[in-house]
């Protein structure tokens, strides 16, 4: 059974680096795109991006700037960063992993709210 | 980017009914579309994928179902239950970014 956990402050000054790890247990870490979703308060889903077990990222362009998205084998974990964040980032992460055979999200984690707030 | 619009937003049916969603994408995505499931405070759940009704992830409900390809895609709820109460996502994953549409809300 795959099952994502993702950790980290959910409460982050403006300005300064949101920094996330999503660890993964049961299932495979090779073979997949491991991905962070975010959604915030009482509106729609944004992906950021993606890590191939690898290390080759993917980054929505609308965040490229400011996203670096990691991959630790050996932890079986991935990191999302993102810098100089604004209320405006201020939602749930998610991090998830596609299914076996598409591309659709069959993994997820719970989701950890993190602020943006001073 | 490729923009997903879906539609209603919102809708309001009785249990028993027959539900569509539609969603459209802003070019040809072929089949790559999967549709999601959100209950408050819980991760999506992934209940279609490659847009078709063959497609029904392990675990979903039958009475489930999705069809199109190109830029015109549905989603149908055969008979509305009570546990069917939640924002239902498309999601295109053929051209990057990938992107979702923006919910629709479904209610009793």
């Known amino acids: 059974q795959v099952q994502l956990r993702e950790s980290g402050p959910g409460l982050v000054k403006p300005s300064e680096t949101l920094s996330l790890t999503c660890s993964v247990s049961?299932?495979?870490?090779?073979?997949?795109?491991w991905t962070w979703i975010r959604q915030p308060p009482g509106k729609g889903l944004e992906w950021i991006g993606d890590?191939?077990?690898?290390?080759?990222?993917t980054y929505n362009p609308s965040l490229k700037s400011r996203v670096t998205i990691s991959v630790d084998m050996s932890k079986k974990q991935f990191s999302l960063k993102m810098n100089s964040v604004t209320a405006a980032d201020t939602a749930v992460y998610f991090c998830?992993?596609?299914?076996?055979?598409?591309?659709?999200?069959?993994?997820w984690g719970q989701g950890t709210l993190v602020t943006v707030s001073s | 980017d490729i923009q997903m619009t879906q539609s209603p937003s919102s809708l309001s049916a009785s249990v028993g009914d027959r539900v569509t969603i539609t969603c459209q994408a802003s070019q040809d995505i072929n089949v790559y579309l999967s549709w999601y499931q959100q209950k408050p405070g819980k991760a999506p759940n992934l209940l279609i994928y490659?847009?078709?009704?063959?497609n029904l992830e392990t675990g979903a409900p039958s009475r489930f179902s999705g069809s199109g390809s190109g830029t015109y895609f549905t989603f149908t709820i055969s008979s509305l239950q009570p546990e069917d109460v939640a924002t239902y996502y498309c999601q295109q994953y053929d051209i990057l970014p990938r992107t979702f549409g923006q919910g629709t809300k479904v209610e009793i």
């Open positions: 890590v191939y077990y690898r290390g080759s990222t």
């Open positions: 049961g299932g495979s870490f090779s073979t997949y795109y």
């Open positions: 998830a992993r596609q299914s076996a055979y598409s591309y659709g999200y069959a993994y």
């Open positions: 490659d847009a078709d009704a063959s």
